[in-house]
């Protein structure tokens, strides 16, 4: 199995451009998570989701979108980058609200 | 909001010394989880604690869970290049945006000196 997937694995954007970081797992898990890590900041949680077509604001949604029109798919949209958008994202996912995340490789973006 | 907060945030210690973080939550929680994240990786679940006072082992690494629910501590005995990375702790809870969340610690960056 591949758990979770990402791509890309790196980006960088100018200023004002969009893009969409996808993310798809294949445990049949009905939770998802989009988290941004800052160095020393820990995650911060952007969206997330509890099924297919429900989703939900985190700690930090300002500047993203996300849909979940399938299980396995959560794809994060940003529409006009900007230089604090540049982080690394995380996808993961959970088999329910409590459990264990597993985490995909990550997304390292760089907005100039 | 629920906050978890993790100290220390940097450890250095030579090879075979001991290492022990400690994690504690502004809140009860249901449980409390724990990462590693190695240098450029990502994070990857080591273990689940749920039960009060509850003690779980795996191989070098002790995980303990406080009797009121509201921290937490690993130890690494004898420690080896292999354990670098950061250990964060986690529990869930709601957000100040009140979301349910699983809300992470900040994590501590472990460095063994060979």
Not at chain 1, 15 to 40: A, E, F, K, V
Not at chain 1, 52 to 71: F, L, Q
Not at chain 1, 95 to 101: E, F, H, L, Q
Not at chain 2, 73 to 85: E, K, M, Y
Request: a positive charge; proline letters at 5%; glycine letters at 12%.
């Amino acid at each position: 199995n591949a758990g979770v997937t990402q791509t890309p694995k790196f980006r960088i954007l100018k200023i004002g451009q969009s893009m969409t970081l996808q993310c798809t797992q294949d445990m049949n898990h009905n939770y998802m998570y989009w988290y941004r890590q800052d160095p020393g900041m820990g995650l911060k949680l952007i969206y997330y989701s509890v099924g297919a077509g429900i989703t939900d604001k985190g700690e930090v949604p300002n500047g993203y979108n996300v849909s979940r029109s399938t299980t396995e798919d959560f794809p994060l949209r940003l529409e006009l980058a900007a230089p604090s958008q540049t982080s690394v994202y995380f996808c993961a996912s959970s088999p329910d609200r409590d459990g264990g995340y597993t985490f995909g490789s990550g997304t390292r973006l760089t907005v100039v | 909001g629920q906050q978890v907060m993790q100290i220390p945030q940097y450890q250095h210690v030579q090879e075979g010394e001991d290492f022990t973080t400690y994690c504690n939550s502004s809140t009860t929680l249901s449980n409390i989880q724990w990462y590693k994240q190695r240098p450029g990786g990502h994070p990857v679940f080591l273990i689940q604690l749920v039960k009060s006072g509850e003690v779980k082992k795996q191989k070098r690494l002790t995980f303990q869970f406080g009797e009121a629910k509201k921290n937490s501590s690993l130890h690494i005995t004898a420690t080896q290049t292999t354990d670098v990375g950061t250990y964060f702790c986690a529990g869930p809870g709601y957000s100040g945006a009140g979301s349910y969340q699983l809300t992470f610690g900040k994590g501590t960056k472990l460095s063994v000196i060979p």
